[in-house]
């Protein structure tokens, strides 16, 4: 079996969908979703049609003369992908993968439009705008570093800083699994990491299905939960401030972690929320990795085969301020860890250290065994995002 000029090509069940600027092409078997230019889709309803290759490539010639038209480059990309069932009548051999199951689906729709639909969104606005003014016309509602420490022991504030913000995050996801179950989509939830970050995140590849529109609501959702309890904290702190110290301390807790991971979400020079966001409002998707081609084009040290024809050419000036922004974003997120996380961390273990050599009997001991398991556990968590993720590229 050779692909030549002269073949014809059938391919696997393929679903086309118009988007801002291109098509998204979704394989309904595997479930991948790809985007392609019209010139692509053309191609690809001609060979559906039972056009032989040579004649498609001498049709979208007239058709685009303006445009570099190679049929043979087109038709091995498509082998790639596993898309083409059978060349001239002869079967293609493909490897099987395992399609990793989706689920969430004894969550009704319904229940998931109650939460998303267009009077809750209204909501959900108005309570961030309400917070900003809590934070605006009481200042002391606004976070402090200092709020994370509960109690007088370290044993007993990480624990609770980790429960809490278990809670929290999965409430957050949360928020992205009802929204896509409120468009009857599956998904699941799974281990991931934002540069040295360990999160939770939504599998939302589904989201393709949907037009433009649809799925910037499904990439707020979470930030739409975490506005929700913000404002029930604050709240709390107006109406309880005369309260349980312990309650307070909490509702401190709730604050504090909930601020961090919404303002955390701006940063778009990482995979955050909000940056798929800007990806799909600017239509130009692969953002992120376009950009990191571009700044490997700029590093010296660099190989010079490495293409960037993968971006289209309307997409370039975006791509181009993306990655200026996504460099300079790194380099600050990095600068932060040196200059104010790890020395954090230092004086932490500086404080704790200690307690090892007070005897397995007394607080200050077991104040730094706790301490330095949740140390171990966060990086052991990294260290499986990252392996999961690179064992896949």
């Known amino acids: 079996m050779s692909l030549t000029l002269e073949s014809f090509l059938s391919l696997v069940p393929l679903e086309i969908r ?22 692509c889709i053309d191609a690809i309803n001609l060979i559906n049609q039972g056009e032989q290759l040579s004649a498609i490539e001498g049709l979208l010639k007239d058709k685009y003369p ?11 990309q498509l082998l790639e992908l596993e898309l083409i069932n059978e060349i001239d009548g002869i079967k293609v051999e493909v490897i099987e993968k395992n399609k990793e199951s989706l689920g969430f689906l004894w969550i009704s729709p319904l229940l998931g439009k109650f939460f998303f639909n267009k ?5 959900y606005s108005a309570l961030f705008v309400s917070n900003i003014y809590l934070f605006i016309s009481h200042p002391n509602l606004f976070p402090d570093y200092k709020d994370l420490f509960i109690f007088d022991y370290m044993m007993f504030n990480i624990p609770a800083w980790m429960i809490i913000t278990f809670i929290l995050v ?18 699941k939830l799974e281990v991931g990491h934002r540069l040295f970050l360990v999160v939770l995140e939504t ?8 037009s433009s529109k649809e799925r910037n609501v499904l990439y707020v959702a979470g930030l739409c939960f975490d506005t929700v309890v913000l404002s029930l904290a604050l709240i709390c702190q107006l109406n309880f401030a005369s309260g349980s110290g312990i309650f307070l301390s909490i509702m401190n807790v709730v604050v504090l972690d909930t601020f961090i991971r919404m303002v955390y979400q701006c940063c778009v020079y990482m995979k955050t929320d ?9 239509g130009c998707y692969n953002l992120m990795e376009n950009a990191q081609r571009n700044i490997r084009k700029w590093l010296p040290f660099q190989k010079s085969y490495l293409r960037d024809d993968v971006i289209f050419e309307s997409e370039r000036k975006t791509v181009y301020t993306y990655s200026i922004i ?12 040196f200059t104010f996380y790890i020395p954090q961390l230092i004086f932490a273990l ?15 001991f077991w104040d730094a065994v706790i301490f330095t398991m949740q140390i171990i556990i966060g990086l052991l968590l990294l260290l499986y995002s990252w392996r999961k993720k690179y064992q896949h590229n």
């Open 203 to 210: 599998d939302m590849s589904g989201v393709w299905k949907l």
């Open 18 to 39: 118009k988007d801002k600027k291109h098509y998204i092409v979704e394989d309904k078997i595997s479930g991948e979703f790809y985007e392609m230019p019209e010139v």
């Open 66 to 76: 303006s445009e570099e038209i190679d049929l043979m480059d087109f038709a091995k």
């Open 350 to 364: 500086k404080k704790v250290l200690p307690g090892f050599l007070a005897g397995a009997t007394s607080f200050p």
């Open 274 to 282: 909000l940056y798929y966001v800007f990806e799909n409002v600017s």
């Open 119 to 123: 009077i809750s969104l209204l909501i």
């Open 326 to 337: 996504y460099f300079i974003g790194v380099i600050l997120t990095v600068s932060l860890y």
């Open 170 to 187: 999965l409430t957050h996801e949360f928020g992205h699994v009802l929204a896509m179950r409120a468009q009857n989509l599956p998904t």
